[in-house]
């Protein structure tokens, strides 16, 4: 069946990247809506071969909307998609206002898709990291059973929008910063969103809760240090997991492999492992540099690749969207 949908943040990078997906993916419109600030009203929008003009979101713009699909930060999902749940319409959120409440799924379609049909009005996409992160720890919580993680990541500057892309560009020019607090060209900054009284940031913060509310489990030990590097799109993740049985490394391989939406590139002979820049503009996650961690009983070091901008948050979004189209 075909659905009304409306972009919410429709001209930002993830919002952009949304339409694209639904182009390729061929998602089944009736009627879309192109939603964002006063400043982009009236801006020309192609989709599907058909030109459309870019509306100011207001408190009426969910008439007859099925499905809105949300990506324009928080305060904005905050009120407006409490305002579009009253109109009957399904939110699907990429922001983090409503990801750990408890009324809220927190949808990866290939880890836990049956969540998503326990829905109140709002489903949340997970933060980028912890959305590639938790294919590959899906599979093994399954097999082996994860007793930790520990993550340290290496997040791409598209994260920050159009800002950090800028800030890296005009950076290796040699200009000064206007998004991030120090440099990121030639530098590598161990600070993504605010810090709290913790002394971890939101980042971590993210990383930590929703793996366990994705991977339903609360007595899993997760820890996490986010790192901001100068690259351009594509976030890469060490996960260092223990694991509560004994695991055979050849099997562990077969079995990521044979997961929806991973790819395992693992050929250390012939310098194969995943990278940035081929995860960009593609909707797999990247696997490899499987090895024993010596340190532990059960323990497994792994490099996991995507594109943040697509797995990471347009295709994940859309892949929830067309779960609620089997939805009735
Ligand atoms: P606009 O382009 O009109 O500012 P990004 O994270 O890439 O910067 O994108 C943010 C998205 O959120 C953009 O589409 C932006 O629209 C939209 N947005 C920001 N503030 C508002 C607002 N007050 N009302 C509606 N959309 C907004």
């Not at 990291?129 to 340290?152: E, G, H, M, N, W």
């Not at 594509?234 to 997991?241: D, F, I, Q």
């Not at 002979?269 to 010596?294: C, E, Q, S």
Request: glycine share 6%; hydrophobic share 40%; aromatic share 6%.
């Amino acid at each position: 069946r075909e659905a009304n949908l409306a972009i919410v943040g429709a001209t930002g990078m993830v919002g952009q990247t949304i339409k694209r997906v639904l182009e390729e993916r061929d998602f089944p419109v009736n009627k879309i809506l192109f939603l964002a600030s006063k400043r982009s009203v009236g801006k020309k929008v192609m989709f599907k071969g058909k030109e459309h003009v870019v509306q100011e979101l207001n408190e009426g713009s969910f008439k007859d909307i099925d499905i809105a699909l949300f990506s324009a930060g928080g305060a904005i999902s905050k009120k407006y998609a409490l305002i579009a749940k009253e109109n009957g319409t399904v939110v699907v959120d990429n922001s983090s206002a409503w990801r750990m409440d408890e009324d809220v799924p927190l949808v990866v379609p290939e880890v836990n898709p049956e969540d998503a049909f326990s829905h109140k009005g709002i489903i949340s996409n997970p933060n980028c990291s912890t959305i590639q992160a938790v294919l590959p720890l899906k599979v093994l919580d399954d097999l082996f059973k994860v007793k930790r993680v520990v993550y340290s990541t290496y997040q791409a500057v598209s994260g920050s929008g159009v800002a950090g892309v800028d800030d890296l560009k005009a950076g290796i020019q040699g200009k000064e910063p206007k998004n991030y607090p120090h440099p990121i060209a030639f530098n590598c900054l161990p600070h993504i969103d605010v810090f709290m009284d913790d002394g971890y940031t939101k980042e971590e913060r993210k990383m930590i809760d929703e793996t366990k509310k994705i991977l339903k489990s609360s007595k899993m030990g997760v820890t996490a240090t986010t790192v901001r590097v100068p690259v351009e799109n594509g976030h890469s993740l060490s996960v260092n997991v223990e694991l509560e049985k004994p695991y055979n490394l050849q099997s562990v391989l077969q079995s990521l492999n044979d997961k929806e939406g991973i790819v395992v590139l693992d050929d250390i002979k012939n310098n194969v492992y995943p990278m940035a820049i081929n995860a960009h503009n593609t909707d797999d996650v990247y696997v490899g540099r499987l090895r024993r961690d010596f340190s532990l009983e059960n323990g497994l070091n792994l490099w996991v690749v995507a594109d943040n901008i697509r797995k990471g948050a347009a295709t994940n979004t859309v892949q929830i969207a067309e779960l609620l189209l089997k939805e009735d």
